[in-house]
């Protein structure tokens, strides 16, 4: 079984300013990682995943993010975020090749000018 | 890209009636599609999953008599709420995975549809 965690509900922070969305996972297989983005009123967009290779994954619109076997995370990163980043944000996991995805409970970012 | 359609994105109808909706993969197929309800403010909640040609599996609490899925065709998958009630309002999303097959394939999401009973 696997479960995904976003520590944050909601993330505050001023435009133009760094912004980290946490995500933790837990499973007993190997895992592939992804982080999606829902603005309202909308389905989901891929912003990066994690399959194998470099632990440093780069995806659209300036996101980035880590994984981090050891601390079972895959933290979402962004150096410098814009208004229209305000969205919500789904870490989520696929362990198998059954082709389902565990979603964490999202985080909303809310970017403040 | 790969791209979902899904229709209606709002529809509002009636106590007693059924819904129907519509997910499509319009330049790849898709074998499987899964069904997703999401609540205000909260995460994505996998209903079922639909297979091309065969009976959808359901998720542990999902009626599958209310939440009828077909999936007729490699483009094409519905999702009908039947006798729909207050309770059954919610956002349904529906996604397709491209390369079935290839592990860690992401899924490509419908821009979900928004059910209102009334």
């Known amino acids: 079984a696997q479960s995904v965690t976003q520590l944050d509900s909601q993330v505050p922070v001023f435009e133009e300013a760094p912004v980290e969305l946490r995500c933790n996972y837990s499973?007993?297989?190997?895992?592939?990682l992804f982080w999606y983005v829902q603005y309202p009123n909308q389905g989901l967009q891929l912003l990066l995943k994690?399959?194998?290779?470099?632990?440093l994954v780069k995806g659209i619109n300036g996101f980035e993010a880590e994984f981090n076997k050891s601390q079972t995370s895959f933290h979402l990163r962004k150096p410098s975020v814009h208004i229209s980043d305000t969205a919500e944000y789904f870490c989520a996991v696929s362990g198998d090749a059954g082709n389902m995805l565990t979603f964490g409970g999202g985080t909303r970012l809310m970017v403040k000018p | 890209g790969a791209v979902v359609s899904q229709h209606p994105s709002w529809v509002i109808c009636k106590s007693g009636t059924s819904v129907k909706i519509e997910c499509r993969s319009l330049d790849f197929q898709a074998t499987t599609m899964f069904w997703y309800r999401q609540f205000p403010k909260q995460s994505l909640m996998l209903m079922a999953t639909s297979n091309e040609g065969s009976k959808a599996t359901y998720e542990q609490g999902v009626e599958k008599d209310k939440f009828l899925i077909n999936h007729a065709s490699l483009t094409l998958s519905t999702l009908t709420v039947t006798s729909a009630h207050p309770e059954d309002s919610s956002f349904y999303i529906c996604?397709?995975?491209?390369?079935?097959?290839?592990?860690?394939?992401?899924?490509?999401f419908g821009n979900g549809t928004r059910l209102t009973v009334t």
């Open positions: 996604s397709a995975r491209e390369s079935i097959g290839i592990r860690g394939s992401p899924l490509h």
């Open positions: 499973s007993s297989v190997s895992v592939y």
């Open positions: 994690y399959l194998s290779g470099s632990t």
